[in-house]
Each structure stands twice: as C-alpha cells, then as structure tokens.
C-alpha cells in the first residue's frame, strides 16, 4: 500500500490516534491503516442499526450478546516453571470468549517467550515498565485498569512476597499495586517454599487484602523425587475460576435430568487396519455434552473415535464400532433425555479378515456387507427404558426436509436434527453449521429452521430447547 499522508486533523482526535497507535504497538501511519482496513470490512455496518434482527438471532443462537463476551483478563505470568502451563491457560480463557492480555516477568521469559504469548492472545504480551511504547500512555495503569480480572499464574514466592509487602520495581508488581480489580492467584512452587513461615504469612496478609487464591494443589513436584502441595492449579481448573468471577451462575434447568448423548463416527474393520467410516468429526456431539452438562443434567457421552477434549465432567464412553455404541448406549439407560448425534456406519463386512487383505493382480476381494443395528430406532421404538424425549440427527445431501420428515417417522424418534452435510458447506468437520428441528406434534411435523451459527450455539439452542419441552410437561 502507498504511504499515507494524514493533514487537517483536531489536536484531539492526533492525539488519540497517538495514544492508540502506543497501546498497538504500532506506528500512527499503520494505526491508520488498521482503521480503514476494519471501517472498509462489509459487516463493519453499526450494530445498533438492527437491534431487533441482532436479539432474534442471539435468542435463536443460544449465544451471549456480545456486550456479555468481551470481558477482560490481565493475565500475569511468574517465573516458575509452571510458566508453561500458562500457555494453555491463554487458550482455556479465550476458549470462555474472554479477551487475554499478558504480562510476563522477567522471570517468566527464562521459560515462555512473549512471542509465544502474543501469538496465543493475539495480542502483543507486555514485559517492560520503562517500554516507551506503553509507557507513553500509561501502559501499567491501563493494565490494571482495563480489565475486568486479573490472574497470576504461576504465583511465584517472590511475586507473592512482593505484593503482600507493596512492591512495584517491575511492570507486573506496578500492574498489581495500582489496580481495584479482582486479584487471582495460583500459587507454584516447591513444597517447602509453599510451608516456610514467610509465605504463610504473605499468604495471610494477601488474603487479608482481598486476593482470592485457586490451588495450590498436592502431586509430583518439577524436582527428582519431591512431591507435597505446590503444583500450580490445572489450566481448566484456573479457567473455570476465572469465568465464576466474571458472570454469574447460570440457571440449571435440566438439574437432576440425566441425558445421554452419541457423537463422532464409528468404524468398522473390513480388517486390521482398513475400515468403512465417514467424516464426521463429533465436535457437534461434544458440543451438545458441554451445553448440557452446563445446564445441570448428568451427561453421559458416547463417541465413537474423534480427536476432541473431553468435555468437564462429562462421562464418556469410548467405542469403535456400530454394536459397540448400541451396547454403550443400552448399558446408560435409563435416562431422560438421549440425543443420537454420531453418524454411524450404516454398514459393516460380514466377515473380517483376519489378516491384511492383499492385492493379488487377480479379482477383487469379495466384501459381503450387511447392515449394522440402528441405534436411533432402536432405542425409541423400545417397550422398556424408552427415554421421555429421543432426538435424532439427519445428515443429508439432498431433499433435506422431505427426508428428515421420513426419516422421524420411520426412526420413531421425537424430534430431528437435520443438516445439509454436502461438500460445499463445510459442515461435516467443520466448526459452524446450519440446522432444521424437526418435532412431532400430533400427527402433524413442524419444521423451525435456524440461522447459521456455530456447533457450540446450535447446542446451546438445542438444549434451551429441550429445558423449554420439560419445563412445559412439568410446569
């Protein structure tokens, strides 16, 4: 792009586009540029246009507005070796929609790179006090003020010494003396350090002060052979905190439901190492588990093989094959509520070979299929245990209304899910998608077809939905 020649501008509108370009990192031309590059953007048209459109779509989505989904975290980063740990931590956060800044010691960078935070945060990671880049607008005040929640992880002995006595000779220390914010710590370090009289103390007074502590936890130390309470507090662990803090216990409308759930392929060998599949990833599955398990129920989470975390206290069973998931599924009943989410193989050979199938020159190998139990019907045309609402899913590539309406008759299930998976829209695998719920009434079908969103919204939607069926039967 050709330079920039910026002319006739307020003093106070210079001095802004100084100030923001400091607080970037970034050179007044380059400010500028970064400003007309999101002023240019197609979606860059003010929110405030279409309030009503923007409140259909969060109620459809299940989402939070995104007023909710912009809180802050100044994360402080100590120099212990559970440093590395803070690596994932940046992602838990930013997994829980929160905006991450980081604040390494000098410490620190003996064991994680600011590079390596900038890039997780997508944010340039502060190390310096006297930074005339921060510095120039206050950088340490603004730390500590333009948050809504600080973390220190790992809280190291000397940090914890430092802020229980009021030091401020660095930028995380300044950071810490000058805010009103909520102050986190996980504390880390060597288990004789975490006992000796001077950190008691200083844990004393921070306590005293208002400083909210997570762990430290009991395990094996980084040290040959020592083990006690010091270990940093897990990632997840510290990630959940840090979201308590910041918004308020949700309702639990499916509290005392259990729910099982099905997701991710099954595989099924032809031999040792071939087998038939499809793609599916099961992040729609695992997604549906966490909304629900983040609703109150007991969740029970099938899945065939996926690459995915296990969502937070969620029971998972692993299987490989089409009859390995009925019998999973029909050793977790009884429940209320399932949701058959995984796309199961609809066939398996009959016979497997024992041995690695070769290619001979001669005539193909014979594979004699037949077809594998279909769990769906199964589990909702079932006499006993029959859940009180059973949920399919229809991944379809053409008429995909028509053969959902088929498909929910056929099956005898409550309601379907149905989406489009055909190459082009990146669904299967993907992280968005675009749903129909189908649901029986009577003997009629109706169809509400949502707006494309994420997995993690379609489940949040889903399982409000579900809340909103047992609160109507059960008013």
Same mark, same amino acid.
């Given at each position: 792009m050709a330079s920039l020649t910026i002319r006739k501008l307020?003093?106070?509108?210079?001095?802004?586009?100084?100030?923001?370009?400091?607080?970037?990192?970034?050179?007044?031309?380059?400010?500028?540029?970064?400003?007309?590059?999101?002023?240019?953007?197609?979606d860059a048209l003010p929110k405030a246009d279409f309030p009503h459109e923007n409140s259909i779509l969060a109620a459809k989505s299940g989402q939070r507005p995104k007023s909710d989904i912009t809180q802050r975290v100044t994360l402080i980063i100590g120099g212990g070796i559970a440093a590395y740990k803070a690596l994932d931590l940046i992602r838990r956060l930013k997994e829980r929609n929160l905006h991450v800044r980081v604040v390494l010691t000098r410490a620190a960078q003996q064991f994680v790179t600011p590079l390596a935070a900038s890039a997780l945060s997508n944010e340039r990671a502060y190390t310096d006090l006297f930074d005339p880049q921060s510095e120039?607008?206050?950088?340490?005040?603004?730390?500590?003020?333009?948050?809504?929640?600080?973390?220190?992880?790992?809280?190291?002995?000397?940090?914890?010494?430092?802020?229980?006595?009021?030091?401020?000779?660095?930028?995380?220390?300044?950071?810490?003396?000058?805010?009103?914010?909520?102050?986190?710590?996980?504390?880390?370090?060597?288990?004789?350090?975490?006992?000796?009289?001077?950190?008691?103390r200083n844990v004393a007074q921070l306590q005293r002060d208002g400083v909210v502590m997570i762990g430290p936890n009991a395990g094996e130390m980084a040290e040959r052979n020592e083990a006690g309470t010091g270990r940093m507090a897990e990632p997840t662990?510290?990630?959940?905190?840090?979201?308590?803090?910041?918004?308020?216990?949700? *309702?639990?409308?499916? %509290? =005392?439901?259990? !729910?099982?759930?099905?997701? #991710? &392929?099954?595989?099924?060998?032809?031999?040792?190492?071939?087998?038939i599949a499809n793609r599916s990833s099961g992040k729609?599955?695992?997604?549906?588990?966490? *909304?629900?398990?983040? %609703? =109150?129920?007991? !969740?029970?989470?099938?899945? #065939? &093989?996926?690459d995915l975390d296990e969502p937070h206290g969620v029971i998972v069973k692993h299987v490989e094959s089409a009859r390995d998931m009925l019998a999973a599924v029909e050793a977790a009943l009884p429940v209320d509520i399932a949701i058959f989410a995984a796309a199961v193989a609809d066939w398996r050979v009959v016979s497997e070979?024992?041995?690695?199938?070769?290619?001979?020159?001669?005539?193909?190998?014979?594979?004699?299929?037949?077809?594998?139990?279909?769990?769906?019907?199964?589990?909702?045309?079932?006499?006993?245990?029959?859940?009180?609402?059973?949920?399919?899913?229809?991944?379809?590539?053409?008429?995909?209304?028509?053969?959902?309406?088929?498909?929910?008759?056929?099956?005898?299930?409550?309601?379907?899910?149905?989406?489009?998976?055909?190459?082009?829209?990146?669904?299967?695998?993907?992280?968005?998608?675009?749903?129909?719920?189908l649901t029986r009434r009577d003997s009629e079908i109706d169809v509400d077809s949502w707006p494309a969103m994420s997995k993690d919204g379609v489940a949040t939607a889903l399982v409000a939905r579900i809340a909103e069926q047992f609160k109507k039967a059960n008013p």
């Open positions: 307020d003093d106070a509108i210079r001095d802004e586009l100084r100030l923001r370009a400091a607080r970037n990192g970034r050179s007044v031309e380059d400010e500028v540029r970064v400003i007309l590059r999101e002023a240019a953007r197609p120039f607008d206050a950088g340490h005040i603004r730390l500590a003020r333009e948050c809504d929640l600080i973390v220190v992880a790992p809280a190291t002995a000397d940090l914890m010494a430092k802020m229980a006595n009021g030091h401020a000779d660095d930028l995380a220390t300044a950071i810490l003396l000058a805010s009103d914010k909520t102050i986190l710590l996980a504390p880390a370090m060597n288990p004789l350090m975490w006992n000796n009289a001077a950190t008691r662990e510290i990630a959940e905190a840090a979201e308590a803090f910041l918004r308020p216990p949700q *309702a639990q409308p499916l %509290a =005392g439901k259990r !729910v099982l759930i099905t997701a #991710g &392929p099954t595989h099924e060998p032809i031999d040792p190492v071939r087998y729609q599955g695992f997604a549906i588990a966490a *909304a629900a398990r983040a %609703a =109150g129920a007991e !969740v029970i989470l099938v899945s #065939g &093989p996926v070979g024992a041995q690695k199938l070769k290619k001979t020159g001669a005539a193909l190998p014979p594979l004699q299929l037949t077809e594998n139990p279909d769990i769906l019907a199964t589990i909702s045309k079932s006499k006993d245990n029959r859940p009180a609402l059973v949920i399919g899913f229809a991944a379809e590539t053409e008429h995909l209304i028509d053969n959902a309406k088929a498909k929910i008759l056929r099956k005898g299930c409550d309601w379907i899910v149905a989406n489009d998976v055909s190459p082009s829209t990146g669904i299967m695998g993907g992280d968005d998608n675009t749903v129909h719920l």
